[in-house]
T-cell receptor, first 114, second 113 residues
């Protein structure tokens, strides 16, 4: 039982490049989330999904897209990276549909955009 | 109304002391208040959580105190240990369809040996 895993762990991009961050969970959770963490700002929700095939915008969705084609995977895409997207990205999942509000976080992806 | 304010930004405590972190919110529709602990290079992990129908919850050395009328809640770490040195985030959740999880900015706790 690996919990929530994220790939890659680190990435450096140049402005304008694109990339996809992969999140996978093996807990059969319906809900999945993408957050970004910046110094002094806590965690801010980018997008979330309440089930396979569904996605919704969070607090800071601009510049990001997501897809949830399989229940266990949640992908975060940056189509044209900007220096303002330099951050640590965390994926999380929860069994909210099953009555639990606990979110389980992955180890994070540190992204630098030059 | 969606913000959660957290203080202090950083905290230094001697081993064996009490660490206290405070959070305040505005939206009275929040109905779940967790605290997350994060070690460097790791993702946050749930430490303890409370719902507004109780005023206090204790798990080992960790206690949440909740004041519904003041819209404040706090984390108390008794007998603080160097291993408790981490960043702590409070959060609040709206119980609506989908989700509305709001995190505080975090408190960096250092427990000196």
């Amino acid at each position: 039982n690996a919990g929530v895993t994220q790939t890659p762990k680190f990435r450096v991009l140049k402005t304008g490049q694109s990339m996809t961050l992969l999140c996978a969970q093996d807990m059969n959770h319906e809900y999945m989330y993408w957050y970004r963490q910046d110094p002094g700002m806590g965690l801010r929700l980018i997008h979330y999904s309440v089930g396979e095939g569904t996605t919704a915008k969070g607090e800071v969705p601009d510049g990001y897209n997501v897809s949830r084609l399989k229940k266990q995977n949640f992908l975060l895409g940056l189509e044209s990276a900007a220096p303002s997207q330099t951050s640590v990205y965390f994926c999380a999942s929860s069994d909210r549909a099953g009555g639990s509000d606990t979110q389980y976080f992955g180890p994070g992806t540190r992204l630098t955009v030059l | 109304q969606q913000q959660v304010k957290q203080s202090p930004q950083s905290l230094i405590v001697q081993k064996g002391g009490i660490s206290i972190i405070n959070c305040a919110y505005e939206n009275t529709a929040f109905d779940y208040f967790p605290w997350y602990q994060q070690f460097p290079g790791k993702g946050p992990a749930l430490l303890i959580a409370i719902r507004p129908d109780v005023s206090e919850k204790k798990e080992g050395r960790f206690t949440i105190s909740f004041n519904k009328s003041a819209k404040q809640f706090s984390l108390h770490i008794m007998d603080s240990q160097p291993g408790d040195s981490a960043t702590y985030f409070c959060a609040a959740l709206l119980d609506n369809y989908g989700q509305n999880f709001v995190f505080g900015p975090g408190t960096r706790l250092s427990v000196l040996p």
